[in-house]
């Protein structure tokens, strides 16, 4: 005797269920995990979907903040606003003079929340010098010292404040690039800096700027 068996159907949601109600059943992790994979403007329009997802964008932990140039910075003061925890990436690849001051504020704010991987490009400017035009460049706000949880830093096109005294480097640090960032105090903070970040793996450094071109200096870091 053969006996067929049937198959067995997926359940399918009770006609009587709303979407908001599928989507407030989605459990926390899932739907932490989904809003970390979207750009951020999608993530923050999810708010409308459900009870569960409203805001829920705000405390998502290390959420990838890459901003295309040309994002008005009010997009960026808003998205920082209602931050609560760490962000994973923040990348912004064009600065102007005109943010510069702005640029200060979230890195603050970075600071405050920690921040992973920071990529930041500014654009230099040049300034009458008497009769001469001359470079000059946006200089990082300090409070970068206080982003003990980077694992990489890249920046291009500034200038690098003095390292405050006691500083004990970027615990967490694998991945430093700097392009044409100047040290104004010369390269003995950049040293230091180098030489207490343990772990770091990975540096590039491209057409830095000191006050003595033929200054000497070590790199000491035992994991390169």
């Not at 951020?40 to 932990?61: G, H, K, N, Y």
């Not at 064009?94 to 930041?120: H, K, N, T």
Request: some cysteine.
């Amino acid at each position: 005797m053969v006996t067929s068996l049937a198959r067995r159907r997926p359940r399918l949601p009770s006609p009587d269920i709303s979407v908001a109600e599928i989507l407030d059943s989605i459990p926390p992790a899932i739907l932490d995990e989904i809003l970390s994979r979207l750009p951020i403007r999608d993530a923050a329009r999810t708010s409308v979907l459900s009870r569960a997802w409203r805001r829920r964008w705000e405390s998502v932990p290390y959420l990838v903040l890459r901003w295309p140039r040309g994002t008005p910075s009010a997009s960026i003061d808003a998205v920082l606003a209602h931050r609560t925890c760490p962000v994973s990436e923040f990348r912004h690849p064009y600065i102007p003079e005109a943010e510069f001051r702005l640029s200060d504020l979230w890195l603050l704010r970075l600071a405050s929340v920690g921040v992973q991987s920071l990529y930041l490009k500014f654009k230099w400017f040049e300034k009458a010098d008497g009769i001469f035009m001359t470079p000059h460049f946006h200089m990082l706000h300090s409070c970068i010292f206080s982003c003990l949880q980077l694992a990489v830093l890249d920046l291009v096109t500034c200038d690098f404040p003095g390292l405050p005294s006691g500083f004990a480097g970027f615990p967490n640090l694998t991945t430093l690039s700097l392009s044409e960032v100047g040290f104004p105090r010369g390269l003995g903070g950049l040293e230091a800096m180098i030489s207490s970040s343990s772990s770091l793996q990975r540096l590039r450094l491209e057409d830095l700027r000191m006050p003595d071109e033929d200054e000497q200096w070590v790199i000491h870091a035992p994991n390169l």
